[in-house]
């Protein structure tokens, strides 16, 4: 199938750059500002509150907090003006738009940071004949129903002291 004229110059604007968050995400933009003749280089950083989908037109909001003033921006995503855009924190969050964060303020305005977990591929787990005892998938036995387990009391029972 052939493309149109207006989907392949589309094709030819998407950067290949692209880093890859979600919502949720602390993310710093560096923006390109012109200011007369000069050009340089201003970090916006907030968190992403919103993503929307499209070829070249997608585009993300990042909400920041400046002074006490709840800040939005909202950034094309395959703009030229971006010089880069740096991952700060993954937020777990279960939703795909933050807007409930503009009501909110000081500490509960925070997006909970997700744990980031470590895989570690089979063949380089330690192995169990290095002299490591090797754990059983059983489940432990528990002690029998007329005696009490170690260092607990039974319900009643007074402390000796």
């Known amino acids: 199938m052939r493309l149109s004229a207006i989907e392949y110059i589309e094709s030819k604007q ?73 991952v700060v ?4 969050v ?17 997006v909970d940071v997700q744990e980031e977990t470590l895989e570690v591929p089979a063949a380089e787990a330690p192995a169990a004949a290095e002299g490591a005892p090797a754990e059983s998938s059983e489940p432990k036995a528990a002690p029998p129903a007329g005696k009490k387990a170690k260092g607990k009391k039974a319900k009643g029972e007074k402390t000796a002291g």
Do not use: M
Not at 46 to 61: L, S
Not at 89 to 92: F, N, Q, Y
């Open 94 to 110: 279960s939703r795909n738009r933050l807007f409930y964060l503009r009501d909110l303020k000081g500490k509960a305005s925070r």
């Open 14 to 86: 998407i950067r290949k750059d692209v880093v890859e968050f979600r919502t949720g995400d602390t993310v710093r933009v560096h923006w390109k500002v012109k200011e007369g003749e000069k050009e340089r280089v201003q970090p916006f950083e907030g968190v992403v509150i919103r993503k929307t989908k499209g070829a070249n037109r997608a585009t993300f909001t990042v909400r920041k907090v400046s002074y006490g003033v709840g800040v939005e921006r909202i950034f094309p995503l395959h703009s030229p003006r971006y010089e880069r855009i740096d």
């Open 89 to 92: 924190t993954r937020g777990s």
